[in-house]
């Protein structure tokens, strides 16, 4: 006889979230160079933390990163993008004299957003890099 499962109860997708941010803090662990040390659910996901020289007034260098899992496609105004971007500006606005460098980072696809020649996350990171 099948057992019926409860609506709802599919943890398939959470776990693969926590697996993949897992995998992407081991690579960013393994990656660390001298002064640079890892918090995790700190700022965000995961925080890259260097002290160096500079000309801010914290002299700590901060990458905040957060980390999706996502079979979808994200434009500039997908929920979880906009989400981000809130949160990155609360960061800035928390801590003004500090060093940020902030990425989302997804395994979802690039989706171009309605009437544009192209996708706005592509041209964001043109016009960032």
Not at 40 to 53: C, H, N, S, T
Request: aromatic share 6%; with cysteine; charged share 25%.
């Amino acid at each position: 006889m099948e057992h019926k499962l409860q609506p709802g109860r599919d943890a398939h997708a959470a776990i693969a979230g926590f697996v993949y941010q897992v995998t992407v803090t081991i690579q960013r662990w393994l990656t660390l160079g001298p002064g640079e040390h890892l918090e995790l659910e700190a700022g965000e996901d995961i925080d890259i933390v260097r002290q160096e020289i500079a000309n801010d007034t914290s002299g700590i260098a901060r990458d905040v990163e957060q980390v999706h899992k996502s079979a979808g496609a994200l434009t500039l105004r997908s929920k979880k993008v906009r989400q981000a971007v809130v949160s990155f500006c609360g960061h800035r606005s928390l801590n003004p004299n500090s060093k940020f460098r902030f990425r989302f980072v997804t395994t979802a696809k690039v989706a171009r957003e309605i009437g544009a020649s192209q996708p706005g996350i592509a041209l964001w990171e043109a016009i960032r890099t």
